[in-house]
């Protein structure tokens, strides 16, 4: 029979403690680790759902009259134009009106789009700028066409008066900018805080050249 001494019977029970130790230690580890994931997931969830509310209460804030009805001016025109702009019941393409009385710009049908077919026939409007609020951007022909509404548009004058008449309501604007741009300055199309009207057309025998109108709203 084999004998175990006392310093065996220590040294076994040495080993078996720091082994129960070691487990504990390990154990506590893992829970803890298991604890911070849960915390970091829930901190996270928290962040998450705060932003989308945030979100949501930028997207739905109610206007200056407490309603959130045909607030369009964060849509863009494609979104628009589904929801139904159409002012003329006899013309679904027109989707509002521009005058300037002083220059013989009478209710010139706008519909949505800069391309020859929809210039051939109507005011252009830039689909990518504003229908309602910020900087609305129409072109037009002045000459050589049935759709020359611009023609006179050469004759403007600081101060004159633009109407703009949608489905929703109707803005006025005063001329404040008569310039000459490049045919590749896009920058005119920008979107701005303010609202204001933007109108394009050709100049004669300068085919690099655009007629810039800009108008401020009253």
Not at 9 to 38: D, H, P, R, Y
Not at 55 to 70: C, T
Not at 123 to 146: A, D, I
């Amino acid at each position: 029979m084999t004998h175990i001494n006392i310093s065996d019977n220590i040294l076994i029970s040495k080993i078996v403690n720091e082994a129960i130790i070691g487990w504990k230690t390990n154990c506590c580890l893992i829970f803890m680790e298991e604890n911070m994931v849960k915390k970091i997931l829930k901190y996270v969830s928290i962040i998450l759902i705060t932003i989308v509310l945030l979100m949501l209460a930028l997207v739905f804030r109610p206007d200056k009259n407490g309603s959130n009805e045909n607030k369009l001016e964060n849509i863009t025109v494609d979104e628009q134009v589904e929801k139904v702009l159409s002012i003329d019941e006899n013309d679904k393409n027109i989707i509002g009106y521009i005058s300037i009385n002083e220059l013989g710009i009478q209710n010139a049908p706008i519909a949505d789009g800069t391309d020859n077919k929809t210039i051939g026939k109507y005011v252009g409007h830039f689909k990518n700028s504003s229908y309602l609020n910020g900087n609305v951007c129409l072109c037009s022909h002045n000459r050589g066409s049935k759709a020359a509404f611009f023609q006179n548009l050469k004759d403007a004058k600081k101060e004159m008066r633009i109407e703009y008449r949608t489905k929703y309501e109707t803005k006025t604007y005063l001329i404040k900018e008569i310039n000459e741009i490049d045919e590749t300055d896009l920058s005119i199309l920008n979107s701005t805080k303010e609202d204001r009207i933007t109108l394009i057309t050709c100049i004669a025998n300068q085919k690099s050249k655009r007629l810039c109108i800009i108008g401020i709203g009253e």
